[in-house]
């Protein structure tokens, strides 16, 4: 058995771009939420306020989810897998996840 490794932000491997993966998932019902990218300081602002932040790779900009719809994601808990370059952020989510309305993102299913 490995050693675990003492949680250092550097420690967390980032892509080129600076960024992660982070999988949002509900922490009551194990339901996966939503994927977004965070990059370090979305994250360090995320663990700062409580709440998810995130970078739009599309707007190039952060942004608080729930900010402009009210439906928040207040965190319970960050996790980060074995190689180190993806998070799972567990949270209460307050309203939907989606854009579309849906409460996760991942409502559509490959038949």
């Known amino acids: ?3 675990k490794k003492k949680f250092n932000l550097k420690s967390l491997k980032f ?5 992660i993966p982070a999988i ?3 922490y009551k019902t194990g339901e996966v939420l939503m994927l977004a990218y965070m990059n370090k300081e979305s994250l360090a602002r995320t663990i700062k306020l409580g709440k998810t932040c995130f970078w739009s790779r599309s707007r190039r900009e952060y ?3 729930g900010e ?3 439906c928040f994601q207040y965190v319970k ?5 074995c190689d180190m370059d993806s998070l799972l952020l567990k949270v209460r989510q307050a309203g939907v996840a ?4 849906n409460r996760s993102c991942f409502y559509r299913k490959v038949k």
């Open 1 to 3: 058995m490995r050693r």
């Open 15 to 19: 892509d080129k771009q600076g960024l």
């Open 24 to 26: 949002i998932q509900d």
């Open 63 to 65: 942004w608080v989810k």
């Open 68 to 70: 402009t719809s009210g």
């Open 77 to 81: 808990s960050i996790a980060y897998d």
């Open 98 to 101: 989606c854009h579309t309305g």
